[in-house]
């Protein structure tokens, strides 16, 4: 069955919109809290939140230091979240058409966005990490870009480009799966869609199933710790390696506790993306309807 007339104009609208909010709000904190641990893995979880806030000369200055890139992650932001919309939703659609089952088709759906956003993501996140764990004299974003073309072109943007399609694939297919599999338990056990094939989840439960999802969702946290260990690696100037030699070695200098590293802030900014990307969006695709 073809899409409503629009809707692909209407998903890429608003994953922009409602990616660049998750991202202005808690997205940003967390994100520069969680890419700190995953750079500086002997640091606690507690050691790197004061180490934020403390690197921006604390007071109303340390606390801006969580929101530092969010100039380049508000370009990533409006245009991966319209890439991970549009493509999920689009995906979503033509899966159930075939009769896929719903929760399969979340986690094949997830995947399938989740992949098409690396190509707009890779060089905003390589900013973005470069500011936050750079930790020598102060560089602007301008400077990081020059030094990057200059010295390998446009794949001096895509460090860790294999780690980031790894980490975006898993990210949005568990987060995406995962939600829609607890939506599914939660329609079964508080609405009996046997007897009400038009039961509804209330929003209270859309967004317990959100959080349950985006929580579940973070067993793939050692991709992203290689993201993190290849972009700042490239970012110093230092030998680029493979996500497999950056994973072994994390492994081999800090055990299984190195892979996971930075676990809390990623929980919860797993929870606060899906809120917006996965609930969020059943919930205005809902309104529209």
Known sequence: MAPPKGKGWKDIRNGSILQCLEAITLGMPFEVWKTRMGRFRNETTTQAFRGVYEAGGGGTSGVLRFWQGSGPKMVESASKGAVLLFAKESIKDSALGMGMNPTLTGFVAGAGGGICQVSVMGP??????????????????????????????IKGFYPGGTAIAFRQATNWASRQGFTDAVRGV????FHDPKNNPNAKLSVGQEVSSGMIGGFLACWNHPFEV?????????????PSKSMVRVLRDVHGEYGMQGLFQGLFPRVCLGIWQTLFMVTGANIVKEYLN
């Open 226 to 238: 290689a993201r993190i260990e290849a972009q700042a690696r490239a970012a110093a100037g230092e």
């Open 186 to 189: 939660m329609l079964h056990t």
């Open 124 to 153: 905003c996140t390589f900013l973005v990490t470069a500011l936050v764990t750079n930790t020598g004299e102060k560089k602007s974003v301008g400077s990081i870009i020059n030094t990057a073309w200059t010295k390998n072109g």
